[in-house]
């Protein structure tokens, strides 16, 4: 096994992701000597070519597929309207080849080598690559930053099989338009793919073992988004097990437990159950580094335990966000350079899912905030009474906020409508200037505009919003 | 002529658009006795019926149907997309009706008084309104707020002829497609109207007497505006005049002069050159409230010079947006009810322009900083680098920061993009929160979503966006 060296750097990034391939940026920006090692034939990760994007992609492919389906409402007049599926995945491929081309640019750009093949530490400072002809290429550093990220956990009995059994990977690759699908799971990844396929017409029924779909996401939310899908003819089953999958006249048998114990047939099932961390050949074990069920254990400035060794990403115990992986990248990168840095406040992290309607937010729900015993007070507003989604028919949905009683200052913000991860990102300025819900409601939001919602159930929160 | 005494009112507000029907419902929130003089048969003023409301839906219908247009790069086919003008018109109406009549209810919810007739001051404390009929109703009141809004700006030789010139009124009814139009005027009223006739299939002319469309906004962005309309094939001729419109064969011909000089021959004509406040016949001579002209001063908490005399929206000298005049509306209230209020900060106030591709802004443009004396950093960031335009095909635009060099606030922020009026209620809060630019760089925005671009742009203030 011929091993070369690859040189010397004051960081190393394994994954390329969008918490490596940020961190990358950031690292040559700052004039780190700066390499990237990544596994696959091209930059970019799951977040690229197997999760955020495509993913996306379709939804927004789903979502246009619908307005025109509805456009006669509007005065808009189509005749056969068809989905030409080889097309819709050659779309989403073609945006996907641009953006990992953008990503290799910006490599060349702010001059980090890239080196193609697995990465691990063969001891600290130094990362071997092992190309796919096995050849190994050994880089000293002074820093390492693992942002190998996860794949899809997957149970026994759950195992894709290359046909029916499928995870996030091969539901972005099918080559037509299931039937019907079964989706195991309603975290961000279930949902969406259920959206998705409900759009194109697929029969989907959606299994999640806990007591609410979104389980992360506020109560009332995901009761209603719960409420909305199923008048999108979606069935869900709650608080109920996936017993067993049998291979089945035309798919596949699965067997559910629970609060539901019927037995759904469909053509393809999708495992959504939750990511698993790639932490398992990295050669941690040549390192301090602490893993806890499969997590790397981290400090605020994402330093593990091992001098010079950073996580950053879904390797770490945050939440498994492209956008948290990104910040986390930076800030690993930035106190390696020895800038003023500051710990992430998670609670100030948004989160998006784009099913249709989607839902965003930041901050505590209504639960986790009385959990805490917070003394709050809760304001909402419904869509509907507004101008600008009536104009847009989209009506469905409200927007949240949890605010501290005493003072006032707004702790969360939940939105459930078609456009709510464009408006979450006021949210997170509002939740990190620390503006109070008085603030809010005396802010002028433009009109007509999606966002009056949201100033909306800030005056609810003293029971007075103007359009209801 | 009979008088009849129509009661006795801690408010008697006239004029029901977005400053006085919001003014209305704040004040029965708070308890005041309250009354709303409408001098036309239905509330909501101009901004719900011949304003933002409908130009809104308009706009949205002509956005959908370019996305219908071009949905086969997405794999939709769609055969024989056709417009049916009076469907779209149909449509329109439609959802204005639906919110007149929520206007109606709030009203009755809240208790306000709706008096239908034209409103004028007798004198201090008493409200005149003459109905339909000539029957006059006598309304006596502690306070008042005008709120007669605006209309239409007609200099000599461009006055509505019932045929083809027309104003935003007639453009918001006509039976069919102008084949061609000439817009006078390159403000949001002119460029909108422009945006959706083009989009329709017309041929638009734009003529702006001075050096920029849009030229209350940034010149960067009015400048990329412009280009990406003429790649649109609308016309634009700035630094120009017209000189005469006159009948000729199939419509008008346009003479124009300056920059430009070329005879325009259209189907029809839109006069969009401003707006002049509703003051002249509300009796504002038996008051002592000074008007400048045409416009009621006011003090910062919208007090006239007549105690108890209020005046608020398009009738004073603030920006003439149906937002600024609700939030006016209701400081207005506020104060008569003796709460703490504040002046309202109209550096801090959104403006929207929904054309295709939509401008935003808030703050400060480059410009109006530098003639301040300001040492301000600007930083941009154009869309076309991010994952989520790509994804939806809108990849014009970019979004432009100035921020002060010393201290990083943030100044002002303006965008230009499809969707530019989603993004722009973040920036608002930015400004509100008095964030700096590095507190916004680090701010963690969800991803894929079109705000990364304002988190981006606040990045290249210190020159490192990431993506770029």
């Known amino acids: 096994m011929a091993e070369t060296r690859g040189g010397s750097f004051d960081v190393v990034i394994i994954g390329s992701g ?36 495509p993913t996306k992609a379709l939804l927004h492919n789903a979502y246009l597929y619908e307005q025109i389906l509805n456009a006669k409402k509007l005065g808009i007049e189509v005749e056969g309207v068809k989905l030409n599926f080889p097309e819709v995945m050659k779309n989403k491929d073609l945006v996907l080849k641009r953006l990992g081309a953008g990503i290799g640019f910006l490599m060349k750009k702010n001059k980090v080598q890239v080196f193609t093949g697995m990465g691990t530490i063969r001891r600290p400072g130094l ?30 009995g759950m195992e894709p ?16 338009i299931p039937k019907s699908l079964v989706v195991i799971g309603a975290g ?28 992360l996401e506020d ?28 291979a089945a006249k035309g798919g596949y048998d699965v067997k559910l437990g629970g609060k539901s114990s019927e037995t759904v047939t469909a053509e393809k099932v999708l495992v959504a159950v939750g990511r698993t961390p790639n932490t398992a050949k990295l050669g941690l074990e040549n390192t301090k580094v602490k893993v806890e069920r499969g997590f790397i254990q981290v400090d605020g400035l994402m330093q593990t335990a091992e001098p010079g060794l950073y996580a950053i990403g879904d390797v770490v115990p945050t939440p498994l966000l492209a956008h948290v992986a990104s910040a986390e990248g930076i800030l690993a990168v930035e106190h390696i350079k020895g800038l003023d840095v500051h ?18 937010s930041v901050g505590l729900t209504e639960k986790k905030a009385r959990e805490r015993g917070l003394d709050i007070k809760v304001g909402k507003f ?5 101008a600008k989604p009536r104009i847009e028919h989209e009506e469905d949905g409200f927007v949240k906020i949890v605010a501290d009683a005493k003072y006032g200052e707004i702790l969360g913000v939940h939105i459930l409508h078609a456009k ?47 359009h209801l």
Chains 1, 2 share one sequence.
Not at 44 to 51: K, N
Not at 382 to 386: R, S, V
């Open 188 to 215: 961000a990844v279930g949902v969406e793919f259920a959206s998705i396929y409900r759009s194109y017409g697929g029969e989907v029924t959606i299994v999640e073992m806990l007591d609410q779909v979104l389980p």
């Open 18 to 53: 969008p918490g490596g391939y940020v961190a990358a940026i950031r690292a040559g920006q700052l004039g780190l000597r700066t390499a990237i090692v990544e596994k696959d034939d091209k930059l970019g990760g799951t977040c690229l070519w197997r999760g955020c994007i």
């Open 161 to 176: 099989d290359g046909k029916g059994i499928i995870t996030n990977i091969e539901a972005l690759t099918l080559g037509a």
């Open 219 to 246: 109560e009332e939310i995901a009761k209603e988004l719960r409420k909305l899908f199923e008048k999108r003819g979606i069935k869900i089953h709650t608080g109920t097990k996936t017993e067993s999958i049998k």
């Open 343 to 360: 710990p992430i406040n998670y609670e100030r992290n948004p989160s998006v899912t784009y099913c249709d309607p989607q839902v965003a």
């Open 420 to 466: 709510a991860g464009d408006l979450i990102p006021e949210a997170v300025a509002v939740l990190n200037g620390e503006m109070t819900v008085e603030a809010l409601a005396h802010t002028i939001h433009p009109h007509p505009t999606l966002s009056e919602a949201i100033m909306e159930a800030a005056h609810a929160i003293y029971g007075s919003p103007i």
């Open 127 to 156: 990362v071997e690559v092992a190309g796919a002809d096995k050849a190994v290429t050994l880089l000293e550093t002074k820093n390492t930053i693992i942002a190998t990220g996860s794949e899809a956990k997957v149970f026994p």
């Open 382 to 386: 419904p869509f509907m009474a507004l």
